[in-house]
């Protein structure tokens, strides 16, 4: 266990008696325990395996490379149709959780496969996500948004795309690459500050 990690666990709240079974679970496979990302994350080998988190109406494992396991019981959950990699195994009790820590061991332990097997998700390039008509029309006629675009690294044209795609109205389209086109040109990401 790590003192970083206690304050996670100590804090009055929903989850407390289902993140502590999850602790334990995953201690037992014998992985390091970090706080990453304001979370009890565990990792081998320097390497995310998986975190715990909660939600109001669930809390959850992750695992990071989710994608990759076999989920021999079809347990693990895609949170969104854009997360490529992790996977979530939901929980709304304690005892779904006790039920099922055999098989929530096993999955560590194939996590651990993965990672030791040096096994990578292939991710979707860039270029394969949707680019709304609003945006490609502005690339077109600002060759210099154009290019600070380009010189964004992937994730962050990613979370633009993603951002600007999610509008369902043209007129919402445009308003968010109107907004953001300045940050854009000044080389940050949607959520940089």
Same mark, same amino acid.
């Given at each position: 266990?790590?003192?970083?990690? &206690?304050?996670?666990? #100590?804090?009055?709240?929903?989850? =407390?008696?289902?993140?502590?079974?999850?602790?334990?679970?995953?201690?037992?496979?014998?992985?390091?325990?970090?706080?990453?990302?304001?979370?009890?994350?565990?990792?081998? #080998?320097?390497?995310?395996?998986?975190?715990?988190?909660?939600?109001?109406?669930?809390?959850?494992?992750?695992?990071?490379?989710?994608?990759?396991?076999?989920?021999?019981?079809?347990?693990?959950?895609?949170?969104?149709?854009?997360?490529?990699?992790? %996977? =979530?195994?939901?929980?709304?009790?304690?005892?779904?959780?006790? &039920?099922?820590?055999?098989?929530?061991?096993?999955?560590?332990?194939?996590?651990?496969?993965?990672?030791?097997?040096?096994?990578?998700?292939?991710?979707?390039?860039?270029?394969?996500?949707?680019?709304?008509?609003?945006? %490609?029309?502005?690339? &077109?006629?600002?060759?210099?948004?154009?290019?600070?675009?380009?010189?964004?690294?992937?994730?962050?044209? %990613?979370?633009?795309?993603?951002?600007?795609?999610?509008?369902?109205?043209?007129?919402?389209?445009?308003? %968010?690459?109107?907004?953001?086109?300045?940050?854009?040109?000044?080389?940050?990401?949607?959520?940089?500050?």
């Amino acid at each position: 266990m790590n003192p970083k990690v &206690d304050f996670f666990f #100590n804090k009055p709240g929903k989850w =407390q008696e289902a993140y502590a079974q999850l602790r334990r679970i995953i201690l037992d496979c014998g992985l390091t325990e970090e706080l990453k990302w304001g979370v009890p994350c565990y990792t081998f #080998n320097d390497s995310n395996i998986v975190l715990i988190h909660g939600f109001k109406d669930y809390c959850a494992l992750l695992f990071h490379k989710g994608a990759l396991l076999q989920d021999a019981a079809g347990i693990l959950i895609q949170q969104t149709e854009n997360v490529q990699s992790a %996977r =979530q195994v939901r929980f709304t009790g304690v005892q779904e959780i006790l &039920d099922l820590e055999l098989t929530l061991k096993e999955y560590v332990y194939e996590a651990v496969e993965v990672e030791k097997a040096g096994l990578k998700v292939a991710l979707k390039k860039t270029a394969e996500f949707d680019m709304p008509e609003e945006f %490609r029309i502005k690339l &077109d006629e600002n060759p210099k948004l154009k290019a600070a675009f380009e010189a964004l690294t992937p994730g962050r044209q %990613r979370g633009y795309l993603l951002y600007f795609s999610q509008a369902k109205q043209a007129k919402t389209r445009m308003a %968010r690459v109107e907004k953001y086109t300045p940050q854009i040109l000044d080389g940050k990401g949607l959520n940089d500050l």
